[in-house]
Each structure stands twice: as C-alpha cells, then as structure tokens.
C-alpha cells in the first residue's frame, strides 16, 4: 500500500517559475524523502528530512514537514526545463523499508 | 563510482517463459531492495535484503516469483512462468546499512510479457 500521497498528481510551469508539490502520509515516521524521476531512469535521491525538523534546504530545492498534519511540501525554485521529472515522497516504515507515494509528474515549459 | 547496475534493460518475452533479472548493487551497500513500477500500483517493495538474507518478501506478489542473493555483489529476481500481467518495469536499489538512508537506485528493467 502506498504510504504518501503526492498532491497534485501533475503540475506545469513556466521556466523559471516555482513548483510546489505536496505529500501527505498516514503514520508516524522516522524520516521523510524526496526522489526526482527522469523518464526511462531510476529514481534519484534529493534530501531527506528527519520527523524532528521542520525545514531543509539544498540548492534551489526546499523541504517542509509538519508532523502534526502529515504532510511535507517539496519547492524548487527558479525552475528550468531540466526539472521535468516525477517527484515521488517515501516515508521509512520497519527496518530499511521505504514506502513511496504516487508522484508528482512536473512539466517545466521552456 | 558505479552506481547500481541492473540488466537487461529490456526484456521481452512470451508468456510462461522464465524470466530472470539481475542487480549489481554498490559495493559497501549490505541492504539491497527489488521493486516493481506500474502505472496502475506505483513503486511497490516486493523484497528485501540485508547482508544477502531476505528480511521481507511479503510483497512478492505470487509464488512465482523469486529473489536471491548468493553474496553481497549480486542478486536475481526470477519471474517463473511469466505472466502479461507481469509486465512492468523492475528497479533494484541498494543502501549502505545506517539509518536513515538514501537508496540509490538502478535504471531498471522494462520487462514486456506477451
């Protein structure tokens, strides 16, 4: 079962705009992530926030999380064509175990 | 550094054909993970294992599917008989042992059944 739940299930913008994508999860974790999906390529690692942080940034990409909602939120800033990928959140649930939401497909429109 | 291989990238084959998958995961990593990506279901774990023993495999779909891990540089995820439904595309992924990790993950196969 699919743990996140990402929010919206596909998002188009403008070069150089910003992108918001949201995850929503269901119980309680230990840390939360963020992949980025090139088409036909697996996923890449982009950060990762532990349940006792509120915030993260790395580069033009910056993580929110409220446990008490459930729910963290991805921006990437100035966004550029390369951006265009899925963007998937994956909470840890026993052990080594990641649980993965439905993604976020991101259009970045040159 | 090289990343996690899988191969074949492309698999196609007929329906109750054995099917076999393999993964090279990063050297230094002991936790390797097999999944599975549809449109319809998402990403979801099928099995996984630390340092080469298979810690849980309830997300094997059926029994006809397999996975091993004879030493901590290889692993295959066997499909036997194969089924169209099968038909997806298999990441491997490895991570080092602490947590919390990133996993890093290989290209994947597309596996067609026909």
């Known amino acids: 079962s699919q743990q996140g739940e990402e929010d919206p299930q596909a998002l188009s913008i403008q070069e150089g705009e910003n992108a918001t994508m949201n995850c929503s999860y269901k119980?309680?974790?230990?840390?939360l992530q963020w992949y980025r999906q090139n088409s036909g390529r697996g996923l890449v690692h982009l950060i990762l926030?532990?349940?006792?942080?509120r915030e993260k940034h790395s580069g033009r990409l910056r993580v929110t999380l409220d446990t008490s909602k459930k729910s963290s939120s991805l921006l990437i800033t100035a966004s550029r064509a390369a951006d265009t990928a899925s963007y998937f959140c994956a909470t840890d649930g026993t052990a080594r175990q990641l649980t993965f939401g439905s993604g976020t497909q991101l259009t970045v429109l040159p | 550094d090289a990343g996690v291989i899988q191969s074949p990238r492309h698999e196609v084959t007929e329906m109750g054909q054995e099917v076999t998958l393999r993964c090279k995961p990063i050297s230094g990593h002991n936790s390797l993970f097999w999944y599975r990506q549809t449109m319809m279901r998402g990403l979801e774990l099928l099995i996984y294992?630390?340092?080469?023993?298979?810690?849980?495999d309830s997300g094997m779909p059926e029994d006809r599917f397999s996975a091993k891990m004879p030493n901590a540089s290889f692993s295959t995820l066997k499909i036997q008989p194969s089924e169209p439904r099968d038909s997806a595309v298999y990441f491997c992924?490895?991570?080092?042992?602490?947590?919390?990790?990133?996993?890093?993950f290989g290209d994947g196969t597309r596996l067609s059944i026909l």
């Open positions: 119980t309680s974790i230990n840390n």
């Open positions: 992924a490895s991570s080092p042992g602490d947590r919390p990790v990133p996993q890093h």
């Open positions: 926030i532990r349940s006792n942080e």
């Open positions: 294992f630390n340092n080469n023993v298979p810690i849980d």
